[in-house]
């Protein structure tokens, strides 16, 4: 089974800090995704890439980044963290069963104060 | 539009009962609609799915009943158990891309 790693599972950053989200698949798989989980709003996309160097902004990418160099690897980068950026992240890929079909990592917390 | 509306928001359901979620959806060109589950602490798992040709499909206790021409599809878990307490989210998709519901918080209570 493939499997999506986040590193940072949660974390704590003060307003206007540089924050780094990092999510490595251990595939070969193109499409990779980022999504923000809030309570009562479902999964919301922000970024996704279909491959290397390549990136496309999804429903809310305003106050975010991305950055694709390697295939394994997605980074999720906000580059003055605010409050309202308090949330789950959610990395996933699409697999072999369908590009529509998603594998997720386990999440990270990101708690802006 | 786009939008994919999904009822209730958490439901509490005494064990061996059956747990119903709904979904309703505008975009008649979804063409895939699958339910996820996500359990405290880990990021959401593909339960189950179907395409809008059946109106039916089933997995072990998990069913999924599809109803295009009222443009709804719902969730249905028999014989629930307490393991079966997660977050739940539909979803539809056009074009590889997912629109997702708010999710349902399930509670099974022993």
């Known amino acids: 089974d493939v499997k999506v790693t986040q590193s940072s599972r949660y974390l704590v950053k003060r307003t206007g800090e540089k924050v780094f989200l990092e999510c490595v698949q251990d595939?070969?798989?193109?499409?990779m995704f980022w999504y923000r989980q809030d309570p009562g709003l479902g999964l919301r996309l922000i970024y996704f890439?279909?491959?290397?160097?390549?990136?496309e902004k999804g429903d809310i990418p305003e106050g975010y980044s991305v950055s694709r160099e390697k295939k394994e690897r997605f980074s999720l980068i906000l580059e003055s963290a605010s409050t309202n950026q308090t949330s789950m992240y959610l990395c996933?890929?699409?697999?072999?069963?369908?590009?529509?079909?998603?594998?997720f990592g386990a999440g990270s917390r990101l708690t802006v104060l | 539009q786009q939008q994919v509306k999904q009822s209730p928001q958490s439901l509490i359901v005494q064990k061996g009962g059956i747990s119903i979620i709904n979904c309703a959806y505008e975009n008649t060109a979804f063409d895939y609609f699958p339910w996820y589950q996500q359990f405290p602490g880990k990021g959401p798992a593909l339960l189950i799915a179907i395409r809008p040709d059946v109106s039916e499909k089933k997995e072990g206790r998990f069913t999924i009943s599809f109803n295009k021409s009222a443009k709804q599809f719902s969730l249905h878990i028999m014989d629930s158990q307490p393991g079966d307490s997660a977050t739940y989210f539909c979803?539809?998709?056009?074009?590889?891309?997912?629109?997702w519901g708010a999710g349902t918080k399930l509670i099974i209570k022993p």
């Open positions: 979803a539809a998709s056009e074009d590889y891309q997912l629109i």
């Open positions: 595939m070969d798989h193109e499409n």
């Open positions: 996933a890929i699409a697999g072999t069963s369908g590009a529509n079909v998603l594998t």
């Open positions: 890439s279909y491959d290397v160097k390549m990136k």
